[in-house]
């Protein structure tokens, strides 16, 4: 069974400039997370998808921060425009469907540098 | 607000050994507690989960839960330098994970 897929791994962008970041869930899984990890920390939540609707997105910084799950499979994050603080790394995680105890496994990550 | 504590380390341990991680939460109404393992730039790898008070044991990794307390730790036998890595605690809370900041081990050989 293929995991969580993400891309890019790495990118490199100046402040102002607007990034995306793509993910592709583990097949069945119909809940979607996106997570930002700064160095020493764990995992913060951004947002949470069951199939195409964002159920949890009151943690996302909306002015600069946009997600979309148009056919409930893969997803987007998008930061326009990205500021010095966004640097960190992006991680997107899938949960099985019907799931009791929310055991979520994670993709491998988009490192982001902001310039 | 809902926290999860856990020593940052790092845990220096022998190889084979028993290494033991310790993580307490806040939340009394958490049902599910995860143990993750993340290697330095790596994403984090679910090792177990557990939901009932008492032991759960998957090889060389056991987790013990105990509610009344709000503390659950896992253990790792005979350690090996493949288990140098950070470990994250996490509960579920409303559909959302409560994570720590995760222990630092270090296996010395």
């Known amino acids: 069974e293929a995991g969580v897929v993400q891309s890019p791994r790495y990118k490199i962008i100046e402040k102002k400039q607007p990034v995306a970041f793509w993910c592709n869930p583990i097949?069945?899984?119909?809940?979607l997370y996106w997570y930002l990890q700064n160095l020493g920390q764990g995992p913060e939540l951004l947002i949470r998808?069951?199939?195409?609707?964002?159920?949890?997105d009151s943690q996302l910084p909306k002015d600069r921060f946009s997600a979309e799950r148009l056919k409930g499979v893969d997803s987007t994050l998008k930061i326009q425009p990205a500021e010095l603080g966004d640097s960190a790394v992006y991680l997107c995680?899938?949960?099985?469907?019907?799931?009791?105890?929310?055991?979520?496994?994670f993709g491998p990550g988009t490192r982001l540098t902001v310039l | 607000q809902k926290e999860v504590e856990q020593n940052s380390g790092p845990l220096s341990v022998p190889e084979g050994a028993i290494a033991s991680l310790n993580c307490t939460y806040s939340?009394?109404?958490?049902?599910?507690f995860f143990w993750y393992r993340q290697y330095s730039g790596k994403s984090p790898e679910l090792i177990m989960f557990?939901?009932s008070n008492g032991d759960k044991e998957d090889g060389r990794f056991t987790a013990q839960l105990n509610k009344a307390s709000q503390y659950v730790s896992l253990l790792i036998r005979d350690s090996q330098p493949s288990d140098s890595a950070t470990y994250l605690c996490?509960?579920?809370?409303?559909?959302?994970?409560?994570w720590g900041a995760g222990t630092k081990l270090i296996i010395k050989p």
């Open positions: 995680a899938s949960s099985p469907s019907g799931s009791v105890h929310n055991e979520q496994f």
């Open positions: 097949s069945g899984h119909n809940t």
């Open positions: 998808y069951e199939n195409e609707e964002a159920v949890d």
């Open positions: 939340d009394r109404g958490s049902q599910s």
């Open positions: 557990i939901y």
């Open positions: 996490a509960f579920d809370s409303n559909y959302q994970l409560i």
